[in-house]
């Protein structure tokens, strides 16, 4: 009847070739509340459910052509118009099936949070950190504590989710941080803002300790802990309050006393 189809049963389409919708405007498809179901021959690709939401039976691809400086966007857009300290803005799982019980089954999942209350008044002013979680092995669920975080300030934490620090590592491990290198040996530089071009540096190198000290082209060793002797090396003077260690002399400018039971 005119432009509109009405059929009080089942309505089928079928065709040979392809079957093209052109229209000048949007195209409208109104399930009254069941699954929409696009389909190739017979199995379901992708389906869109108001219960499920949207499900893709395949990869998804997000602009695999387009040109210089035109990247690919994948946008989550939370419809929160009143957003508070610690509200999820947005999440992106990592789920499985495996093969019973009741799927899906969380593995991952990472979650955009807000770090504070937002003020969309104030330009800039959207707090927002990043927290990853991940599941264990532990017959627990790990996911409730996010595995890393880095925050509204930059600043990166390790099994927290409000770190005070850069870098701030909480661990019930002993040892809660390593830092190995494949090369020769391994080492952490320090720098402030009147550092040389080459900063202070503390190396590890096999079993032993060298510090270096900072220099525009060349670092002096200032005292190497060698671990198979039990030995400290001093490069130059050492001087311990007022008493000066120069070479095999020792020279104070006040009393010297060396005192010993033995």
Do not use: C, M
């Amino acid at each position: 009847s005119g432009s509109t189809i009405s059929d009080s049963s089942a309505l089928t389409i079928s065709s040979g070739d392809d079957i093209v919708i052109d229209a000048e405007s949007d195209v409208n498809i109104d399930a009254n509340g069941g699954d929409i179901r696009f389909k190739d021959n017979g199995t379901n690709f992708v389906t869109f459910s108001s219960s499920t939401g949207s499900v893709f039976s395949g990869d998804v691809t997000i602009k695999s052509t387009g040109g210089n400086d035109d990247p690919a966007t994948l946008a989550l857009w939370s419809p929160d118009v009143s957003i508070s300290d610690n509200d999820t803005i947005g999440t992106i799982l990592a789920q499985g099936s495996d093969s019973g019980g009741s799927p899906p089954y969380l593995g991952g999942k990472i979650e955009f949070n807000a770090d504070a209350n937002w003020d969309t008044g104030t330009t800039g002013y959207y707090p927002t950190r990043i927290d990853f979680f991940t599941e264990s092995n532990s017959g627990t669920i790990s996911t409730a504590n996010p595995a890393l975080t880095i925050d509204s300030n930059q600043r990166v934490g390790i099994g927290l989710n409000n770190p005070s620090k850069p870098l701030h590592i909480y661990s019930s491990d002993n040892v809660p941080l390593r830092v190995q290198s494949t090369d020769a040996y391994s080492g952490i530089e320090f720098r402030d803002n009147t550092s040389s071009s080459l900063p202070p540096l503390i190396s590890a190198l096999g079993n032993d300790f060298i510090i270096y000290g900072g220099h525009a082209s060349l670092r002096p060793t200032i005292l190497t802990l060698t671990s198979s002797t039990q030995s400290a090396t001093f490069a130059g003077d050492v001087v311990v309050g007022d008493i000066t260690l120069s070479g095999s002399t020792i020279s104070d400018s006040s009393a010297l006393t060396i005192s010993s039971g033995d």
